[in-house]
């Protein structure tokens, strides 16, 4: 009887018309701050409203519910005293010649650096027409395509109804590539694979479009129309057009990235693929294919671009006055590191003393000359909990104060086997040892079966140790043989760096025969 209930009393409310019940608390919240823009984001509910579409109502909600983070960033390169730099990535052959470019005007202006300079947001900018559109063509992607028969509602919104992928400017893509691709259906052997589906999409975009490492220098986010004209971009460039392509075909696909490498310098993003089991399958969005695609670099966390404002995240927990390091203030991020490498819980004593008003720790890896944060907790009395940290990875605990990386307790080497290896300087019994190389151990040998240095015959090298900073050792000039230093701490962090590098080079310790073990 109950069940019959409930129905009828649903027949009655569809059949009386346009509903009148109340948005979430989300989405009130975002038409309270979206200002003049409040009629556009109403447009849109009283128009499923109207038309009696629930589903494409609550799609609507969806969206407007979680646009809080969402918006075009406009950055300028900047020097030390907020002066604008004119810097065009292209008018330079390649990417060599553009450090040598950006090292030739830090030489003239001192260290530059891109600023934010606008956040457009799209609560405030964002017309009704265009997500009504989105929405709409999204709906008839996932019901009119047959890999995508598998998604639930919420997949749905996740992974194929956003109208954005990244901080790009919000550009009709869906009907472009409606048009662009509608021979994909045709094309297709298994209808219902949506990896298959997601293969052919990526060779099309393989067709005309490559990767090209100036756009690492690049300041904002390429939306369509940029990619279209330049058909090239960096990896955060190509994720989002597989993103644009296959959304608009209801494949369901998403960007994973880390923050940094563990092992070598810069960071990356990629493209993930829900397959109709919902299993996730990695790929490079104008690269490679799902199923062929591999991380070439240690991985100490994780991260997956969301569009709705995941609760967990440093952003959705931190206060407004509160800085935080780049890459883990966003709302939209949820850590998926155990889906990539064994990862390890931690407890760690922040040694160093808690600055005033700090409510957060950080875990910090190694990278292009400095550390840098890839994850955070919450202090609790002096002790860090972390969480799924990569393992075979040397990580620094941290505070950021002052908008500055300051150590909160000793490095330390987190073992393939989890185990914690502390890396406190023993300044008591020192160690010699030679040294081969800045980056990774060279292994060839000459004739006489001598192992050879990897250094620039008349060009000085550094060493420097850790001990809450880079103390250093001493300066040796390569004469062709390897680098010896004697009296050194040990039970620590060494890093050798050439004389006018850009800092690439890898720290390592010392094992037990005297080589090299890099990190």
Known sequence: MNKFLIFFVLIALISCGPRDFEPPENVISILDKSGNNRSELEKVIQHY????????????????????????????????????????????????????????????????????DTM???????????????????FE????NPWAKHLSFDQFCE???????????????????????????????????????????????KSWFRF???????????GLQEI????????????NLAIFAMRAMAIPVMSDFTPYWANTGNNHAWNAILDKNDSVIIFMGGESNPGEYKLNHKLAKVYRKTFSTVDYSLGAKKQDWEKVPKYLGKKNIKDRTFDYVPVKKIKVDLTQGIPDSTNFSYICVFNSGEWKACDYTRVYGEKASYTNLGLGVAYLPAFYYDEE????????????????????????????FKLYSTTKRITKETTDFIEEADFIIGKSYSLFYWDDKWRLIDTKKAIGSPLEFNNVP???????????????????????DGNQVWW
């Not at 987190?414 to 300044?427: F, R």
Request: aromatic share 12%.
């Open 159 to 205: 992974y194929v109804l956003p109208y954005r992928s990244s901080n790009e400017p919000v550009e009709d893509w869906r009907s472009y590539f409606i048009k662009e691709l509608s021979w994909l259906k045709d094309s297709i052997k298994d209808p219902a694979d949506p990896v298959e589906a997601a293969c052919w999409v990526n060779d099309y975009i």
């Open 228 to 239: 279209l004209t330049n058909k090239m971009g960096r990896c955060e460039d190509m994720t």
């Open 405 to 432: 990386i300051i150590p909160a307790a000793n490095a330390f080497i987190l073992s393939d086997s989890g185990n914690i290896i502390s890396q406190k300087p023993d300044v008591e019994n020192k160690i010699s």
């Open 212 to 222: 090209d490492p100036r756009y690492y220098e690049h300041p904002t986010d390429q």
């Open 120 to 138: 457009i947001k799209d609560y405030e900018s964002i017309s009704g027409d265009y997500l009504i559109q989105n929405i709409d063509l999204a």
């Open 49 to 116: 409203k109207n038309s009696g579409e629930v589903i494409k109502e609550e799609a609507a909600y969806f969206l407007i519910g979680n646009m809080e983070d969402h918006g075009y960033a406009v950055f300028d390169l900047v020097d030390s005293t907020g002066q604008k730099i004119d810097f065009d990535v292209l008018s330079y052959a390649d990417y060599e010649a553009l450090l040598d470019g950006w090292d030739d005007i830090e030489e003239k202006t001192g260290k530059i650096h891109f600023e934010l």
């Open 490 to 512: 040990s039970n620590t962090l060494y890093w050798l760096v050439a004389d006018g590098s850009r800092k690439e080079e890898r720290i390592f310790t010392i094992d037990e």
């Open 141 to 144: 992607a996932w019901e009119n």
